[in-house]
């Protein structure tokens, strides 16, 4: 079974470009979370789906943070313009429903640097 | 916001040894999930507990969830090099929502 997809693997531009990230989950997992883990610290959740509809954005900076999910399978993670502080790994994970028993599959992450 | 803390936030034992690190919050959960991650990778889930008091064992680890739902810890046994890595815990509401991640115990073993 393959595992969570995201490119590119790693991003540099400079502030105020804008930059997007992709996810393509587990086959058959309606969840979809997108976090983003600055160095030294724990996942924070910006944006969760069920299937193509949010269930919870309330961590996501609306202001220059966006994601979608039009067709319920996969995803991409827009920030525009990117500050310094959004140097962070931005990491996909996908689970199979909704709840608090479901596991998380994690993809490997999209290192970005903000210079 | 509910917030998750752990402890210690690092730790350095030599192989063989036994320890024990700590997820707590104020607030209750319906769920604790502990997840490993190594350099470059995402985290991996270890286990999940939903009942109160719960205890669950995979080989040398053992985990607990506190009576009130509101802490937990995970114990490793004669802790070998492979277990290097960052222990993260993560809550959940009742509907899967609002998952909040701890800031991450980076335990290192030392053969």
């Known amino acids: 079974e393959a595992g969570v997809a995201q490119s590119p693997r790693y991003k540099i531009i400079e502030k105020r470009q804008s930059v997007a990230f992709w996810c393509n989950p587990i086959s058959g997992h309606a969840t979809l979370y997108w976090y983003q883990q600055i160095l030294g610290q724990g996942p924070k959740l910006l944006i969760q789906f069920q299937n193509n509809g949010v269930v919870d954005d309330s961590q996501l900076p609306k202001d220059r943070f966006s994601a979608e999910r039009l067709k319920g399978v996969d995803s991409t993670l827009k920030i525009q313009p990117a500050k310094l502080e959004d140097s962070a790994v931005y990491l996909c994970a996908s689970s199979f429903a909704l709840g608090p028993r479901n596991e998380q599959f994690f993809g490997p992450g999209t290192r970005l640097t903000v210079l | 916001t509910q917030l998750l803390e752990q402890s210690p936030q690092f730790l350095s034992i030599q192989e063989g040894e036994n320890l024990t690190v700590y997820c707590n919050s104020s607030s209750v959960f319906s769920s604790l999930q502990w997840y490993r991650q190594e350099p470059g990778e995402g985290p991996v889930l270890l286990v999940t507990?939903?009942?109160?008091?719960e205890v669950k064992k995979l080989k040398r680890l053992t985990f607990q969830f506190g009576d009130a739902r509101k802490d937990s810890s995970l114990h490793i046994t004669a802790a070998q090099p492979g277990d290097t890595g960052l222990y993260l815990c993560a809550g959940a509401n009742n509907y899967g929502q609002n998952f909040v991640f701890g800031p991450g115990t980076r335990l290192s073993v030392l053969p």
């Open positions: 507990v939903v009942t109160g008091g």
